[in-house]
């Protein structure tokens, strides 16, 4: 079965510091990893999705996530937080399943980043 | 190109009633999906439609049930309310395979009394 996880409910940062968002999955065949960002009471924005190919994928606002096939794993990264990057943080895997693709999200981070 | 638009944006109902969202996706986007979003159960999904018909459906009662038109609008129907439909209900459009970003609408926010 097709599963997601962020094992951190909240990761706290000072502002200038690197950041990391944690992501795992399990899927079987090669999935397609997603990460979004939401606002408070807004929908999710597009952050940036691996497909194939690099591991290192670079997407918007200077995230970046690397792609880790033996690990499982699609962390997110920034090398430098902005106070402004405080939000609601989602990965996302669509994987084969039978009766086609579905997107599973997992639970959700919380980033606070203090000035 | 405008983005996925979502009506209503706010809505409050009572037990027992019926509701109807609407969603109109990104133009050229033939697939829409429907999300329900609660602090307790996080980003659930409930279905896809692509041309018209549903390719794939979650976990959800028979009450949340949905359509495509032509024209690739999607509507979200929920019978008999329950409170713990309250919610914020996503929806999310792309191109359609799997490899493609889904875009989100800003969502309804749903309140049953």
């Known amino acids: ?115 | 190109k405008a983005g996925v638009t979502q009506t209503p944006r706010y809505l409050i109902k009572t037990r027992g009633q019926q509701v109807t969202l609407s969603c109109s996706p990104i133009s050229g986007h033939r697939s829409v999906s429907w999300y329900q979003q609660t602090p307790g159960q996080g980003l659930q999904f409930l279905f896809e439609y692509f041309s018209e018909t549903q390719r794939n459906k979650g976990n959800f009662p028979g009450r949340f049930s949905g359509r495509q038109f032509s024209n690739s609008r999607s509507e979200m129907n929920v019978s008999t309310l329950e409170l713990g439909d309250s919610a914020l209900y996503l929806c999310a459009s792309s191109l359609g395979l799997p490899q493609e970003t889904q875009y989100f609408g800003p969502g309804t926010r749903l309140l049953v009394l």
Do not use: M
Request: glycine content about 10%; proline content about 5%.
């Open chain 1, 1 to 115: 079965a097709q599963s997601v996880a962020q094992p951190e409910d909240q990761v706290n940062v000072a502002e200038g510091n690197p950041l990391t968002v944690k992501c795992t999955y399990s899927v079987s065949g090669n999935p397609y990893l997603f990460w979004y960002v939401q606002y408070p009471n807004r929908g999710l924005q597009f952050l940036l999705k691996y497909i194939t190919g690099d591991n290192l994928v670079k997407g918007s606002y200077g995230f970046e996530a690397e792609f880790n096939k033996s690990q499982t794993s699609f962390h997110l990264k920034k090398p430098s937080a902005l106070v402004s990057d405080s939000a609601l943080y989602f990965c996302a895997v669509r994987g084969p399943r039978r009766g086609g693709f579905k997107t599973i999200f997992g639970a959700g981070t919380r980033l606070f980043v203090k000035a």
